[in-house]
């Protein structure tokens, strides 16, 4: 059967007509791009412990030189190198013998001067009973007094020869004069000590507390003394080789008043426990030390911090769902977040994933940061391709939320 040709091209036309309006319709729906999803961090402020990672060297609470004061030979080491000895343990002897004759001849002098004294003493009584009856001539009588007077000198003076003899007889017993490690002898048995000066022996070094020493810049500094106004204590961490915090902290016990011209940094220094003496002097060690509490600040994570020319800033989503710029202060960094003083605003919607796709100005629909998007702490993850945010698995705790963080509620 043959179609009308009319026919035909007004079924046709009519087609392109109804396939016209329906890819318009289509176009007219599909043309607008969705606001990309950005992931969120609901900032609040807070009191921020003012945290450094320093580096320190520690120092021996008390160090004290064990040293020959008399002359004489070394005779014994009588303490086990590198153990630990009480206050008044004997650790060397001397030879005596030659001062134990000093102290016989210093008694012998004794002995002179106290009967020179007995004698002068009896003619000076007896000077004293004939005077007044003029038996005497007020010349004798003060003769036999004055003798008698430097006769009681004398004795005093053997006496103080004789105390002085026995001291230096103490002294060939060489003892510790502190409770602490002794280290190695500095000379050997046989050697003669003490010669003009003092012989150093060995040394003993107390160490059930270590002494930290480290410095700060002045401008850090100033930073510390106002954060301190709040807060009483100041906690100082050694972290061991492993990296794991050694478990007796210490206190900020010290801090110095003259800058140092060469480095332009102030001398500080802690005290920290040491009962199982397992750190050493001498040592340099990292520190954490946190010195006081920032009130009032911010703590966003690395991701949501960015730099240009101008200053740090962060892009929040604004109530009304746009993206907005804001200029901030990020003093320092404290583990994986920066610490915001200036800038933002309590309750602040901090864009901290999907930062690339964020445009100032333009919509964009927050979702709380999942904390698999969020860097390790120290890793931040500035430029790196935004990930899908994972469902959570039934029954699966949420992750611990930073101090002055929550994640923002969904629209």
């Not at 003769?143 to 004789?162: H, M, P, T, Y």
């Amino acid at each position: 059967m043959v179609k009308n040709p009319r026919k035909v091209a007004i079924a046709a036309a009519l087609a392109l007509a109804l396939s016209a309006c329906g890819g318009k319709d289509q176009a007219q729906q599909g043309g607008g791009m969705p606001p990309p999803e950005v992931g969120v961090v609901k900032v609040n402020p807070g009191d921020v412990p003012l945290q450094k990672d320093l580096v320190g060297r520690l120092a021996a609470f008390r160090s004290a030189d064990v040293r020959a004061r008399v002359p004489g030979v070394l005779q014994r080491r009588v303490y086990a190198e590198g153990s630990d000895v009480k206050a008044g343990q004997v650790l060397f002897l001397i030879d005596p013998a030659p001062l134990q004759a000093e102290v016989g001849q210093a008694q012998a002098s004794l002995a002179s001067a106290q009967a020179n004294y007995a004698n002068s003493k009896a003619a000076a009584d007896r000077a004293r009973r004939l005077a007044p009856d003029k038996f005497v001539s007020q010349s004798d009588l003060d003769n036999a007094l004055a003798a008698e007077r430097s006769a009681g000198a004398s004795v005093k003076q053997a006496e103080a020869a004789l105390a002085n003899a026995r001291i230096n007889l103490g002294y060939a017993t060489v003892t510790a004069p502190i409770s602490g490690r002794a280290n190695q002898q500095q000379v050997t048995e046989g050697a003669l000590v003490g010669q003009g000066t003092a012989t150093l022996l060995t040394t003993v070094d107390q160490i059930d507390q270590l002494y930290v020493n480290f410095s700060l810049s002045v401008t850090e500094l100033e930073q510390v003394r106002r954060a301190q106004s709040a807060a009483a204590n100041s906690m100082v961490t050694v972290i061991l080789p492993d990296g794991t915090p050694y478990e007796h902290p210490g206190k900020l016990d010290f801090s110095g008043d003259v800058v140092d011209p060469t480095t332009g940094a102030i001398a500080l220094r802690a005290l920290i426990p040491n009962p199982e003496k397992n750190l050493l002097p001498g040592t340099f060690v990292t520190l954490q030390a946190t010195l006081g509490i920032q009130p009032n600040a911010y703590l966003v994570p690395q991701t949501g911090v960015q730099r240009d020319a101008k200053s740090a800033f962060v892009l929040v989503v604004g109530s009304d769902g746009n993206v907005a710029r804001k200029d901030i202060r990020a003093d320092r960094q404290q583990g994986g977040n920066w610490v915001v003083t200036q800038g933002l605003s309590p309750n602040d919607q901090v864009i901290v994933s999907g930062v690339q796709r964020a445009q100032p100005g333009s919509p964009a629909k927050a979702s709380p940061a999942d904390a698999a998007d969020k860097p390790a702490a120290g890793k931040p993850a500035a430029g790196a391709a935004p990930q899908a945010q994972p469902a959570k698995a039934a029954g699966e705790q949420p992750a611990k939320k930073a101090a002055g963080q929550e994640p923002a509620n969904k629209d």
